[in-house]
C-alpha cells in the first residue's frame, strides 16, 4: 500500500510539472509571436518606398534619346553599356536608328546595343523612324511596348508616378499638335484621370533647346500648356544631340520654381552629328556636347533624383533633387 500511495503521488506530481512546463512553453510562446508582431511594424515601413509598392527601393528610369547610327556604333556602344549596370525602366527618347529606321536599321544597329534592353523599354518615335512609311518598322520593333501605331501616343504608371508618352511628329498626326488636336485633347483627358502628385512626359521635339542645329520647337507649346496646367514636374526630349538642363518654367519660357516644369534635353544616346550649342536659352542651367551618357532619375513618391551618367573614360556629371508639386 505505502508503495502504491508512492507511485500515485509521483504521478500526479509529475503531471502537474508536465503541465506546468506545457504552459510556461505556451507562455513564453505567445511572447515570442507578441514581439515579433510588435517589431514587424517597423520592418515593413523601413522596406516600403512607394504606395504602390511594399518592398523594394524607388523606381529607375532611365534613358536618351539620338542613339544607333549604322555609320558609327560607338556612342550608342557606349550608352548600353551604361544600361547594362543601371536597372529600371528604360526611356528612348526618339531617333533610336539612324538615318531612317528601317527594319534593318532597327535590327542591324539598335538591336545589339540598347535592343538588349527592348523588354524594360517604352520608347517615343522621332521624326527618322518616320522616314519609313509612318515608322512601320518602329512600331512592328517594338510591338505593344510603343502604343497604338495610329497614334504613337499613351500612358503608363511607375511606382507613385504617371508618365505620358507623347508622338511630337505632328505633321504625322490627325490635327497635328495644336491646341484641341486629337492628341492634345487625349493628354488633357490623361491628366485629369490621372491626378497624381508626381508627372513625367516624354517626346522627341523639345520646346526648349540650346542646341544650334534645331533649338526651340514652339509647335510643342500646346502640350506644355496641358501639362503645366496639371501641374506636372518633368519633360524629357531628344532631337539636338547633346545634354542640357533648364530650371523649372512656364510654358512661356519664364522662371517658375513654384510650379514649373523641369526640361531635360537628353540627345545624348549615341549619334554623332551636330553636337554644338547655339545661343544659351534663358533658365538653361547646364549644357554638354562632347559626351555620350543617359539620363537616369528615382522616382520617389514625392521627389525625384535626377543623374546624368556619361560614358566610361569621361568625366562630365551632372546631378541633383527635387519636389513634386
Known amino acids: 500500500m505505502l508503495m502504491f500511495h508512492w507511485m ?29 508582431v510588435l517589431a514587424a511594424p ?14 523594394g527601393p524607388d523606381p529607375v528610369f532611365v534613358g536618351a534619346g539620338d542613339i544607333a547610327s549604322c555609320d558609327d556604333l560607338s556612342g550608342a556602344k557606349a550608352t548600353a553599356k551604361l544600361l547594362d549596370s543601371i536597372p529600371g525602366t528604360v526611356f528612348a527618347a526618339g531617333d533610336l536608328a539612324y538615318p531612317d529606321g528601317s527594319a534593318e536599321q532597327f535590327a542591324n544597329c539598335y538591336g545589339p546595343t540598347w535592343g538588349r534592353h527592348k523588354t524594360r523599354t517604352r520608347p517615343s518615335p522621332g521624326n527618322h523612324e518616320f522616314h519609313a512609311g509612318g515608322a512601320t ?12 501605331p495610329k497614334k504613337g501616343y499613351y500612358s503608363y504608371d511607375l511606382g507613385a508616378w504617371h508618365v505620358i508618352v507623347i508622338n511630337s511628329n505632328c505633321s504625322e498626326l490627325p490635327g497635328g499638335c495644336a491646341a484641341g488636336s486629337p492628341e492634345e485633347q487625349w493628354l488633357k483627358q490623361d491628366l485629369a484621370q490621372h491626378p497624381t502628385a508626381c508627372t513625367v512626359a516624354y517626346w522627341h521635339h523639345p520646346l526648349f533647346s540650346s542646341g544650334k542645329a534645331h533649338g526651340n520647337d514652339p509647335e510643342m507649346k500646346p502640350f506644355w500648356q ?27 519660357g519664364k522662371l517658375d520654381n513654384a510650379r514649373g516644369i523641369r526640361e531635360f534635353v537628353v540627345g545624348s544616346g549615341g549619334k554623332n552629328s551636330h553636337r554644338v550649342f547655339g545661343d544659351t536659352k534663358p533658365n538653361s542651367e547646364i549644357r554638354n556636347a562632347d559626351t555620350y551618357g543617359v539620363l537616369k532619375l528615382t ?27
Open 299 to 325: 522616382l520617389h513618391a514625392k521627389s525625384y533624383d535626377w543623374e546624368f551618367v556619361p560614358e566610361e573614360g569621361k568625366t562630365f556629371k551632372d546631378s541633383g533633387s527635387g519636389n513634386c508639386h
Open 226 to 252: 496641358d501639362l503645366y496646367a496639371a501641374n506636372a514636374d518633368i519633360v524629357i526630349n531628344g532631337h539636338d544631340h547633346d545634354y542640357e538642363r533648364f530650371a523649372p518654367q512656364d510654358p512661356d
Open 137 to 148: 518598322p518602329y512600331f512592328n520593333y517594338f510591338g505593344d511596348a510603343a502604343g497604338d
Open 42 to 55: 517597423a520592418t515593413a515601413t523601413a522596406t516600403t518606398t512607394s504606395p504602390t509598392s511594399t518592398s
Open 8 to 36: 500515485k503521488t509521483t504521478i500526479v506530481v509529475c503531471t502537474c510539472c508536465m503541465v506546468v512546463l506545457a504552459t510556461g512553453c505556451q507562455r513564453s510562446r505567445k511572447q515570442s509571436e507578441t514581439a515579433s
